[in-house]
């Protein structure tokens, strides 16, 4: 698995610094903008599009399946890569932020919350991507991309007007660290789930 | 005779096409060649093995392994070439080969450098700047950098200009004189087969037809009855070091005949 990671990193490699140099320029609001930690998970779900789109531009799963791994490896080594960038690009914003004095009081949580999301997020896409293929990566990259530029911007403002129907309020009632360990463990259930039927789909592929 | 690999009545179904109960195997120490015209068939035999697609029907074993139960020990034994360019396009020769290399133990870092001097390869440029014929050349010298026992090659001579596709051919000479090594090629260039190949498996609409040997028998192994086999032109013999062996020399048509003969195609 140390290989397949290795290789994830030297392929992907300018991607990733092209996203961090974005992370870094939102985190120092050298780019202002509203939320640099809500920008660095939207940048953290454009990768792992971005980079299961290079890996079908360049054949890169008739490589990887040549070479001495098994298909379990691959599956998951591609989900330990993606959720270490996720990670990493979060890390590197909260840090950033904390260097600059411009984190708020719930940065924690905030941090916490985005990084279950993430996990979400590549749990759902990886059993989508070995099932339905590539076509699915340029549909959905089209569907999130609307859906953060028009769909969430509304539906936040639309929240804001009305106090979030005062679901916000009850979140922030419950203790964090209730909160968190009943996200995690839910979390790390749907993540198992989904690395073992990744799996499964995936060794069934034929390339 | 040691079987490298043997394929037993493998069928695969595709729409349209149809893989239809192939049987071979391949003797170890030989060059093979898998011949057929474009669309018979053969990517989808070496796909097969590589255990890229699976089989509908019939088994592959690769050194006496099942090949999907023993993938990753086989394949960490084979050298792949593919008619398609499978390496990422942005990285240089020498990313690329870091990458590949950290897959096998066995890397020999010294031989890599050899073939890239061989072939003239410059080990900055990027895989997207090199030629279709550094490219197969670059695909070649990775593969056989691990000291691979079995070296698959799909049409690595196709629209390659005849100087490359002789230094290839060389090439492939060169490594078989290493007893325990086997090739499998597959090409439809019947001359690079006449040039090299100890065996020639004919594929044709999806079915194994005819297979040819080249001056060479063995004492005590005749060929399956299922094999109809064809003996081409004369060109000398390898003799192993047991003297189990011994050459025939006998007039014969040549892959060309034969391979109009068996297809109908002329």
Redesign the interface.
């Known amino acids: 698995m ?2 397949i990671l ?2 994830d990193l ?2 992907e490699r ?1 991607i990733l610094l092209i996203y961090s140099a974005g992370v870094i320029l939102f985190a120092l609001q050298v780019v202002p903008i509203f939320d640099p930690l809500a920008l660095a998970f939207c940048l953290a779900l454009f990768f792992t599009f971005t980079t299961a789109t290079h890996e079908e531009m ?3 799963h ?2 990887i ?6 298909r379990k490896e691959v599956v998951t080594a591609k989900y330990a890569f993606h959720l270490a960038v996720g990670a990493g690009f979060l890390g590197l914003d909260v840090l950033l932020e904390a260097v600059t004095g411009a984190w708020s009081l719930n940065i924690g949580r905030h941090f916490a919350m985005a990084v279950l999301g993430i996990v979400w997020f590549v749990s759902v896409f990886f059993p989508l991507y070995f099932w339905l293929g590539h076509r699915f990566v340029q549909i959905a990259m089209i569907i999130l991309f609307v859906m953060i530029v028009a769909v969430v911007p509304i539906v936040y403002n639309l929240g804001a007007k009305h106090d979030f129907w005062g679901i916000l309020d009850a979140v922030r009632t419950l203790p964090n660290a209730l909160l968190l360990g009943l996200g995690a463990a839910v979390t790390a259930v749907v993540l198992i789930v989904s690395v073992f039927l990744s799996v499964r789909l995936y060794e ?1 592929k ?2 | 005779m040691e079987d490298v690999a043997v394929l037993d009545r493998v069928s695969k179904f595709y729409k349209g096409f149809k893989l239809d109960r192939i049987s071979f195997s391949l003797k170890k120490g030989f060059i093979h060649g898998l011949i057929g015209r474009n669309g018979a068939g053969k990517t989808t035999t070496i ?1 097969l093995m ?5 089989p509908d029907e019939g088994s592959i074993r690769i050194f006496g392994l099942d090949n999907r139960r023993h ?3 086989i ?2 034994r ?1 050298g ?1 070439v ?1 008619a ?8 240089t020769a020498e ?1 690329m080969k ?3 290399a ?3 133990k066995d890397w020999d870092e010294g031989a890599f450098r050899r073939y890239l001097k061989l072939f003239d390869l410059p080990a900055n440029k990027k895989i997207k700047h090199l030629s279709k014929g550094m490219k197969m050349k670059f695909s070649i010298a990775l593969a056989l950098s691990h000291h691979a026992d079995f070296i698959i090659m799909d049409e690595p001579t196709s629209g390659l200009d005849p100087v490359v596709r002789r230094e290839i051919l060389e090439l492939l000479s060169e490594v078989i004189q290493d007893e325990n090594k086997t090739v499998l090629f597959s090409t439809h260039i019947t001359s690079d087969l006449e040039q090299v190949a100890d065996t020639v498996t004919f594929i044709h609409d999806g079915k194994s037809g005819f297979r040819f040997r080249r001056m060479k028998c063995w004492k005590g192994t005749p060929w399956s009855r299922a094999e109809r086999t064809f003996w081409i032109r004369t060109r000398g013999s390898r003799l192993s070091g047991s003297g189990k062996r011994r050459s025939v020399l006998k007039a014969c048509p040549t892959i060309r005949n034969g391979f109009t003969r068996c297809s109908g195609i002329g």
């Not at chain 1, 399946?65 to 098994?70: A, R």
């Open positions: 140390r290989s290795y290789k030297v392929v300018t360049n054949n890169g008739i490589l399946n040549s070479l001495p791994v098994d069934r034929q390339f | 796909k590589m255990d890229l697609v699976r993938g990753k020990e394949r960490r084979i792949f593919y398609e360019n499978p390496f990422y396009d942005d990285l990313n870091r990458v590949v950290s897959f096998y």
